[in-house]
């Protein structure tokens, strides 16, 4: 009897497919695309694949050349039209494959992608009117213009095409246009044979082009690193905007590219520290957390209503609210560090969750209140805890994998194959806990759940969605827990795991990682060591996360580009 | 007469009718006299059971006392197939589910692409408004990861399914074509030299780049070619009388299940009725589906588990199983009266339309090794195959012998007009004869 237990069909056993969903993001992480890599038993079980030993020169990690999310699209339609495209709606979702829709390994391209775009750059000509484009260009300022018809009026407006290509299209492209693409884009004009159009069929195509689409980034060749490229004025212009404002550059970026100021780091830096303060970047960070956490799952919560009778849309709400509102005020009010996430004795809440946190005088306004004892960080929010739970019970296993991957980012090593999952009969009079331990007792089990179960058990004081419990199925809980992979041999609840957490090099280091793979769109690896370290290290010497956040754009991966050997 | 002007006259007549009603009296639009091979690839989140094992009596296959008993009125068009061999484990039963395939443990991504269904669709060409139809149970938050994507192209870029019925239907019926049309130009005309110009940009740019740095941009150069084919070749939208639309889906993280299957299936049914697509794929939900089945009778509020736990966490497993089963049963029904009521040809669109149930994972019965259907394995898989008159034999249980599910996968391309098919997967080379007619 053979099969393949792999460590997410242990997940999967006991963790269930809501968190094959929810985690389905971090399921995909343990090996790239298309090149399998089988596990051997006599791998070490859990070690980072990255390794800040200083040794490492600079470098970046090879990655294609990646699309704009769905989102970035969404966005840059709305800074280039001023209106909402439902054609974007129809395109494939984006992966959270890699944690982050931006990342290009989880990104694919299906007739509905070049459909779904089609239908987009449709919407935008309907759009059009004669103050948007004199909005575009001074040159398109005629009124009433659009309406009339002719080849006459082609020939007299085509200064309003010109126009474009110096504006509106640059834009789009995030960069000047060559002289052959304008070319293309006045030809297009010409053939149509009328004013509005022409006008038409160079929005047509400047929306489904691949300068707009994807962050093309051929850059030069950087003598010192044989197949790496260093990037030009204007592909920095965009990945700061990309990174911070999910959005094309705007008129000061676009200025400060052509002048030629990215070409300092001081340069960078001005413009990433105005961009970071701008309120996009607010909105950017929080679907940074939001991925980054699995929090985008919490609308998704629907515990049993036998099991959890308080929980209704209202907490939901107010899960979805202290979130955005804890990590916004931590990174911008607070200059929080790394560690104080991890650590906060507070939080923010309103009266949606009073019953939650066993809180009093709470209003219908999200407020900064203190947590009990047995609260600390964001690892205790409820929504954290209510997402790495089985609709009507905890899951130890899920938490634990949460921890591992989401906040360690520590590969669980593959299982052996040929295993039987067939499980033993188990008393149901147990705690979770109880009942866990014997269906994972077994060697084969332990593989994995040795390293997963302890971080899972620690925090049992929390139920399914997140309230604070002494007792499982009428048992006194047991939440003495380990973290055996980094080498925490003991801790006695959530909060001592969340505070255990706060300073650890593992959890500094990961950060790193899952911001600069948000940052940079594409997976890190070794070569990615010098960039990480100085994130790293920026955070080791207490700086806020908004600091650690800026810096990613001096670092060598930043200002550089490899793509993929062939 | 040509044979658009014949379909577009067929469908003059009708208007605006509820989706079945509009379509269902209606023969189907492909030409009669031969009608094209379609293929359903159904999947079957979880294993099958004992449940799953039809008999034969009196030389009559009977669905009797399985979970499969709402399915007897086309027992004599099915086709039961035990005894195959694959890939264990949830990420080898749903990485080589149509792909043959399977991704590394820990890993919902295949190992390669295509699966089948890009495969025909890729044969089809252009033939056809849509390559693929892919449609799914599952909710929308599970969209796109590789635990929901049960379809891969040929590069291994992952083809999410469908989520929303309302959106499948919209991009089967486009509403009347958007594009304004100045005076001058054809809508076609404008529409065509937009496209050449990209195409000539899309393949400038990628000739700048290295084959794996353009991955994404040679499969959008790829569809945009596809897209001017289709323009050029076809099918305008008048090709099939407009159904009503269904209504969009209100909650889409957990989706009604119960009218979405309803909603999939009637849209599903209207795209090869209407010659839209010839090749789909209907997931019953993503990788160890959970539901949730929270309605009289099924009562099962997650069925990963049951599938997975002991007596423990269900107090009866197997009848639990049987009930979602059941109710998955009752769907593909539904699905078959809907194709088997369509004349077409000398039989109806059932006859032409391999209908295949695949399960994610495999043929376990509860009484092997335990007392549940907690299995994961996959060296016994069981299917169960509908239609494909003249190419499958039906009414029939055939013991594949241990031949490697892989194998099936090659056999369902070459009976669907593939011949020159030679291997399919990492392990199909060897057609399984004994299933076809």
Redesign the interface.
């Given at each position: 009897v053979g099969a393949a237990l792999a460590i997410s069909a242990c997940v999967g056993t006991i963790g269930g497919t809501k968190s094959d969903g929810a985690q389905g993001s971090a399921q995909d992480d343990t090996s790239t695309p298309g090149s399998p890599t089988p596990g051997t038993a006599t791998a070490p079980l859990i070690t980072s694949d990255i390794v800040l030993d200083g040794t490492t020169p600079d470098s970046v990690a090879q990655a294609p050349m990646r699309r704009l999310s769905n989102t970035e699209v969404a966005i840059a339609f709305q800074v280039l039209t001023g209106g909402t495209s439902t054609g974007v709606t129809t395109l494939p979702p984006d992966s959270f494959g890699y944690a982050f829709d931006r990342v290009v390994q989880g990104q694919t391209v299906i007739d509905r992608t070049v459909q779904g775009f089609q239908s987009m750059a449709e919407e935008a000509v309907q759009l059009l009117t004669d103050d948007k484009l004199a909005t575009w260009s001074p040159a398109c300022a005629v009124s009433g213009a659009l309406a009339m018809d002719g080849p006459d009026l082609a020939t007299a407006r085509r200064p309003c095409a010109e126009g474009l290509l110096t504006t509106w299209a640059q834009t789009a492209y995030r960069r000047p246009l060559s002289s052959d693409e304008q070319a293309t884009l006045l030809a297009l004009y010409d053939g149509a044979g009328t004013y509005r159009g022409g006008v038409e069929q160079i929005i047509r195509f400047v929306l489904q082009s691949p300068s707009f689409l994807y962050v093309l980034e051929p850059g030069t060749p950087d003598a010192s690193h044989p197949g790496v490229f260093a990037l030009g004025d204007f592909e920095i212009a965009t990945r700061l905007s990309l990174l911070f404002c999910e959005t094309p550059p705007d008129a000061a970026l676009m200025t400060a590219a052509a002048s030629g100021q990215l070409r300092q780091p001081a340069g960078i830096a001005a413009q990433a520290e105005r961009l970071f303060n701008l309120p996009c970047a607010r909105k950017t960070i929080q679907h940074f957390y939001d991925q980054w956490l699995n929090l985008i799952s919490v609308p998704a919560l629907t515990p049993d209503p036998v099991k959890f009778p308080s929980f209704n849309a209202e907490v939901r709400a107010g899960m979805q609210r202290e979130d955005e509102m804890f990590f916004d005020e931590m990174t911008w009010t607070n200059r929080s560090t790394l560690g104080n996430l991890f650590r906060a004795d507070f939080t923010y809440a309103d009266q949606s969750l009073a019953g939650l946190y066993g809180l009093t005088g709470l209003g219908g306004t999200t407020e900064k209140v203190g947590l009990p004892s047995a609260r600390r960080g964001f690892l205790t929010h409820a929504s954290i805890l209510a997402i790495t739970s089985h609709t009507d019970r905890t899951s130890p296993v899920r938490r634990g994998v949460f921890v591992l991957r989401n906040l360690l980012c520590l590969p669980l090593a593959n299982p052996p194959q040929n295993v039987n999952v067939n499980l033993p009969p188990i008393d149901p009079k147990l705690t979770e806990r109880q009942q866990f331990e014997a269906l994972t007792e077994r060697s084969f089990c332990q593989t994995c759940h040795g390293e997963i179960n302890p971080i899972g058990f620690g925090v049992e004081d929390f139920d399914g969605i997140g309230m604070y419990r002494t007792t499982d199925n009428g048992l006194p809980v047991d939440t003495s827990g380990s973290v055996p992979a980094i080498g925490i041999p003991s801790f006695d609840g959530a909060a001592a795991l969340s505070v255990a957490l706060a300073d650890r090099p593992e959890v500094e280091l990961c950060f790193a990682r899952k911001w600069l793979r948000f940052g940079l769109g594409r997976l890190e690896d070794q070569r990615d060591a010098t960039s990480l370290r100085a994130l790293v290290d920026l955070g080791r010497g207490g700086r806020a996360l908004q600091d650690v956040m800026l810096a990613l754009t001096g670092t060598y991966a930043f200002a550089h580009r490899a793509p993929p050997a062939n | 007469m040509t044979r658009r002007e014949l379909l577009q006259g067929t469908a003059g007549a009708a208007i605006s009718l509820p989706l079945l009603a509009s379509l269902g009296e209606k023969r189907a639009l492909a030409d009669a006299a031969s009608p094209p091979k379609r293929a359903i690839f159904l999947y079957m989140p979880q294993n099958e059971t004992e449940d799953f094992t039809p008999t034969m009596a009196s030389g009559a296959l009977s669905f009797a006392g399985t979970y499969l008993a709402a399915l007897a009125p086309y027992a004599a068009k099915a086709l039961h197939v035990s005894n195959l061999t694959g890939?264990?484990?949830?990420?080898?039963g749903h990485t080589e589910w149509l792909t043959g395939w399977p991704?590394?443990?820990?890993?919902?991504?295949p190992?390669?692409g295509p699966s089948l269904d890009q495969y025909i669709a890729n044969r089809v060409g252009t033939a056809t408004r849509?390559?693929t139809l892919g449609l799914t149970l599952?909710?929308?938050?599970?969209?796109?990861?590789?635990?929901?994507v049960v379809s891969w192209?040929a590069q291994?870029?992952?083809?999410?399914s469908l989520g929303s019925a309302h959106?499948a239907f919209?991009?089967l019926f486009p509403s009347a074509n958007?594009?304004?049309a100045?005076?001058?130009?054809t809508q076609q005309q404008?529409q065509k030299?937009?496209l050449d110009?990209?195409i000539?940009?899309?393949a400038r740019?990628n000739a700048?780049?290295?084959?794996?740095?353009?991955?994404?941009?040679d499969?959008?150069l790829t569809?945009?070619r596809?897209?001017e084919m289709r323009l050029a070749s076809s099918p305008s939208p008048a090709m099939c009388t407009t159904p009503a639309a269904p209504a969009e889906s209100g909650n889409m993280?957990?989706p009604d299940l119960r009218k979405l299957v309803r909603d999939h299936t009637d849209v599903l049914v209207a795209a090869l009725q209407c010659d839209l697509t010839r090749v789909a794929t209907f997931a019953f939900?993503?990788?160890?589906?959970?539901g949730?089945y929270d309605w009289d009778p099924v009562k099962v509020?997650?069925f990963?588990?049951v599938a997975?736990?002991?007596?423990?966490?269900t107090q009866d497993p197997r009848g639990d199983h049987f009930r979602v089963r059941s109710w998955y049963s009752q769907q593909v029904a539904y699905l078959l009266q809907r194709l088997d009521s369509i004349p077409e040809g000398t039989g109806t669109l059932l006859d032409h339309t391999l209908v295949a149930w695949l399960p994610e994972l495999g043929y376990y019965p509860t009484t092997e090794?335990?007392?549940?259907p907690?299995?994961?394995?996959r060296?016994k898989i069981s299917v169960l195959l509908f239609g494909g008159s003249g190419y499958f034999k039906r009414n029939a249980m055939i013991d594949a012998g241990q031949s490697h599910y892989h194998n099936l996968l090659l056999t369902f391309g070459q009976a669907m007009g593939y011949p020159d098919l030679k291997t399919f997967g990492a392990q199909g080379s060897t057609p399984i004869a004994s299933l076809l007619a």
């Open positions: - | 890939t264990s484990g949830h990420e080898g991704g590394s443990t820990g890993n919902f991504t190992a390669k849509l390559p599952a909710p929308s938050y599970m969209l796109g990861n590789g635990g929901e192209t291994g870029l992952p083809v999410p959106q919209t991009q958007v594009m304004n100045p005076t001058g130009k404008l030299s937009v110009a990209l000539s940009d899309y740019i700048t780049l290295g084959a794996s740095d353009r991955v994404l941009l499969a959008h569809q945009l596809q897209l993280y957990y939900g993503a990788t160890g589906s959970e949730p509020s997650y990963h588990e997975h736990r002991d007596k423990a966490y090794g335990g007392s549940s907690n299995s994961h394995l060296d």
